[in-house]
């Protein structure tokens, strides 16, 4: 069996997003008001989002992911509202490498380059692979 770009998200196991920007059959889901929305989604809103979004997904789930949000991030999407108010809030993916690689401040990780994800004194926690979205 083929793995699918949804199962395939770094967040798939984990995720309660009911409207998955990897799932083949998005434009039939609906989204409710106050229901989650997909972490990815809401950090590519974001000024530097899809820099970082980048370095932590393969490169062809990384355009999926930007491709629709193009899609929803226009008046009248059904997750507009929430991805307008995601963009004016921090980075989760930064926040949460400062916290993995010990930086004070989450706008320090906007100059950090790529191979920072890979910080030698980070706790066991954040794991080998850097800090998990």
């Known amino acids: ?8 998200c770094p967040r798939f196991a984990a995720c309660s997003a009911p409207l ?5 059959d998005r434009p039939v889901r609906s989204h409710l008001r106050g229901e ?3 972490a990815y989604l809401r950090e590519l809103v974001k000024a ?3 820099a970082r ?6 490169e062809d789930l990384f355009e999926l992911i930007a491709a629709v949000a193009a899609e929803l991030t226009v008046p009248g999407s059904p997750i507009y509202w929430p991805l307008r108010a995601a963009a004016l809030k921090k980075s989760q993916l930064a926040s949460g490498h400062a916290l993995c690689t010990g930086r004070r ?3 320090e990780i906007s100059e950090a380059s790529g191979s920072d994800f890979q910080h030698d ?7 080998s692979e850097g800090v998990d979205p």
Do not use: E, I, K
């Open 1 to 8: 069996m083929t793995a699918t770009p949804m199962t395939r």
């Open 20 to 24: 998955c920007p990897l799932d083949p």
């Open 36 to 38: 989650p929305v997909c």
């Open 48 to 50: 530097d989002g899809p």
């Open 53 to 58: 979004v980048r370095q932590v997904m393969p």
């Open 105 to 107: 401040h989450a706008d």
């Open 121 to 127: 004194n980070r706790p066991a926690a954040c794991g």
